[in-house]
C-alpha cells in the first residue's frame, strides 16, 4: 500500500525523533507529551468510570428497598380502599407491582439510646411483588405479622443499638396523645424479628419495617396512606410518573424515585460534569506539549525542510509532514490512555484494596459514602467523547508548528549548512 509520502516522511521523522541520539532532548520532550496525553486520557476514564460506578451501585441499592413510584392522597388522608388505587395504576403497561404502605417518622429507643428513623408499614406478601430486598427475605418478612408487634431493622442500626432477633425496642410515634394530664408520647414497644442488609448506610441505619396494620394503628392513620408501585424499567420512572399524574388526576399525589432522591443525583451529575472538565486541562496542558516538541524538530529540520522544498515540495506538504508527526504523537497517546484507563477501570476492585492494604487506609467509609467498595463502570458514552476530545487538542497543537514549517525558505534554511 502506497501511502503519500506526508505520511512516509511524517512517519519517518515520529521514529527518528526517539532513536536518533543528538535528538536526544527532542526524543525525551516527545516521550514526556505523549506520556501526559496518556495518563490524562487514563485519569479521565478512571474517574468518570468510578463516578459512574458509584451512581449505578448506589442506585442500584437504593432501588432494592424503595419503589419506583409511589402514589398518595392528595388531601393526606388514609387510602380506605388502596386496591381501586393500585388497579387504576396496573393499567399503565409498564406497571408490573403494586403494595400499600404507611410511611411515618419516628424515633426508636432501647435504653437511654435513642434515634430516629423512619418506619415503614407494609403487607409482606405484597411488598414481594414490589421491592427486591423483600422478595429475597420472603422467609425473614413473612414473621411481621398484623398484631404481633414485630419489626425488622437494618444491621446498622442494630449494631449502633445492640440488639438482635429477639430483643426489645421502643417506638416513639411523632404525634402525642391528650390525656387528662396533658399531652403525653405515644409509645410501644416492638420486638426484632429480622435484620436485613441493603448495603446502602441511609437504610441499613434508619429503616424500620413492621406490618401495615400496626403502623397504621400506632400512626393512627386508619390504614394504608400509599401505593407503591414497580415498573418494568426504573429508568422509566420519570415518564411513567406523568402518565400516572394525568391517569389517575389531581387527587392522586404521584412522585417517581428520581424525584425523591433529585438532591443527591442532581449533585452527583454536577460533580460528574466538572471532573470532566478539570480532568479535559489536563489533557489539553499534554496535548499542547506537543508545540515544544514541534517547534524544536521544525528547528532542527531546517535543512531537511529546505532539501524538500529545493525537490517541489509545497508549503502545504511540508506543514502535512508535521501534521502527521504531532497527530501520530496524539493517537500513540490516545491509545495508550484508553488501553491503561480500560484496564484499571475494569481491575479497579482489585487494585483499590491492594492499595488499601498496603497504606493501611480505608477509602470508602460506609457512613459517609453509603458504599463501602469502590465500584467502576466504563461507559462508552464517555469513553468516544474522552477519545474525540483528546485527538482534536492533539491535532489542534500542530497547526502552528506546521505553519511555521511551511514558511521556511530554502534558501535561508541552507545559508549556513
Known sequence: MNLPYEWRVGWRYTRASRSARRNGFISFISGVSVLGITLGVAALIIVLSVMNGFQ????????????????????????ADWHTLATQAKQNPAVIGA???VPAQALIARGEDMRGAMVRGIIPSEEATVTPLAASMQDTFARLQSGQWGVVIGHEMARVMGVTVGD??????????????GVVPRLKQVTVVGIFNAGHYEYDSGLVLMHADDAARLFRTGGPT??????KDAQDARRVAGE??????????????????RTWFDAVQVEKRMMFIILTLIVAVAAF???STLVMTVTDKRADIAILRTLGASPRSIMGIFMVQGALSGVMGTLGGLGLGLLVAFNIDVIVPAIEQALGVHFLPGSIYLISKMPSDPQWADITPIALISLVLSLAATL??????????PAEAL???
Open 56 to 79: 449505578k451501585e448506589v442506585r442500584d441499592r437504593m432501588l432494592s428497598v424503595v419503589a419506583h413510584v409511589e402514589l398518595y392522597d392528595a388531601n393526606g388522608e388514609g387510602l
Open 289 to 291: 506539549n506537543l508545540v
Open 415 to 417: 545559508r549556513y549548512e
Open 244 to 261: 400516572l399524574a394525568e391517569s389517575l388526576g389531581a387527587d392522586v399525589i404521584v412522585r417517581d424515585w428520581t424525584h425523591t432522591n
Open 99 to 101: 403494595a400499600p404502605f
Open 226 to 231: 400509599g401505593v407503591q408501585l414497580k415498573l
Open 168 to 181: 426489645p425496642l421502643t417506638v416513639v410515634a411523632p404525634s402525642g396523645q391528650v390525656t387528662p394530664a
Open 400 to 409: 502552528y508548528p506546521s505553519w511555521r514549517a511551511s514558511r521556511v525558505q
